[in-house]
């Protein structure tokens, strides 16, 4: 047994149902898994337990892939929502909901195609949330942006041009890709002073 706290397991699990929206985990949304749960302080061993209970059988005659990926972040959800365990209000309160959707689209572009399927779940969720639906476009804007820098940074350093017009290339797209960065943190910072003052 796994021995994360429930609240990280929770959150971890919804992020892999996510990833296996698309009927199968692409290496670059795996190695962006990875990367959140060393963030989270998930240790190897519970991370794979967590990937190993995601991937349990179920009925296929009885249950499409889509609807048991579904049904399976619905109830993650739901046991977050309801305080289940030592969850408390995991997903109960905005800053985390915005942090949460904005991983799910992050993930969504690590492999560099943000599917149909995917976009299906985030719309879900910002509908069951009550997020404004221009948070959401704001945050895949924002993604789509981060994506399209980090394509043009990795362009650049194969180019022939001189070295130090790449370093400063290089050196201004990363200024770019930090601003993007801090005003997410900002966005999501903004909702939870919003949450504190309105209890």
């Known amino acids: 047994m796994y021995t994360v706290d429930y609240a990280k397991g929770a959150q971890a699990r919804l992020y892999y149902f996510f990833m296996m929206a698309d009927g199968d985990v692409s290496s670059a949304k795996r190695a962006r898994f990875d990367q959140i749960c060393e963030e989270m ?12 209970r995601c991937w349990k059988p179920y009925d296929k005659q009885k249950i499409s892939h889509w609807e048991h990926i579904r049904e399976k972040i619905l109830q993650t959800v739901r ?3 309801g305080g289940f365990l030592s969850s408390g209000d995991l997903f109960k309160r905005n800053d985390v909901r915005i942090s949460v959707i904005w991983t799910l689209i992050n993930l969504g572009y690590a492999d560099g195609e943000y599917s149909e399927a995917e976009r299906r779940i985030v719309a879900m969720l910002t509908d069951r949330w009550g997020l404004a639906q221009s948070v959401t476009a704001d945050l895949t804007d924002t993604a789509e942006a981060l994506a399209a820098l980090s394509r043009q940074k990795e362009w650049v350093k194969t180019t022939s041009k001189p070295y130090d017009v790449i370093k400063d290339t290089v050196e201004e797209l990363d200024r770019n890709i930090q601003m993007m960065f ?12 919003v949450e504190t003052e309105g209890r």
């Open 79 to 81: 046991k977050g929502e």
């Open 41 to 52: 302080g998930i240790d190897d061993y519970s991370r794979d337990q967590i990937i190993w």
């Open 182 to 193: 801090d005003n997410i943190k900002a966005l999501i910072s903004e909702a939870e002073i």
